[in-house]
């Protein structure tokens, strides 16, 4: 399927690109070369061939779960204006 010059114009006026008229020969020319690559990647045979979920089929490394520092709440919540019970109070801002 080749796209012409008045295709890619109604295209544009569709998308709301204002292409000049020196453009609009490249842009053509572009938008031919993408749909002659998707017809070439429909025409290959993928039967028999199963989907990936990533390409290399890795596994993500994780660090450990563990506690790493130590619990200073009492020190942060020391200049805090309002605590209770471990909780910082904020006055309330929507009625």
Do not use: C, F, W
């Amino acid at each position: 399927m080749a796209l012409e010059r008045s295709d890619v114009e109604k295209i544009a006026h569709l998308a709301r690109l204002g292409l000049n008229d020196a453009d609009l020969p490249q842009t053509t020319a572009t938008l031919n070369s993408i749909l002659g690559l998707i017809d070439a990647m429909q025409a290959v045979d993928t039967e028999g061939v199963e989907p990936l979920a990533h390409p290399l089929e890795a596994t993500q490394r994780l660090r450990a779960d563990v506690v790493s520092e130590t619990n200073q709440r009492e020190a942060y919540q020391a200049i805090a204006p309002a605590v209770e019970n471990g909780l910082y109070l904020v006055p309330k801002v929507i009625e």
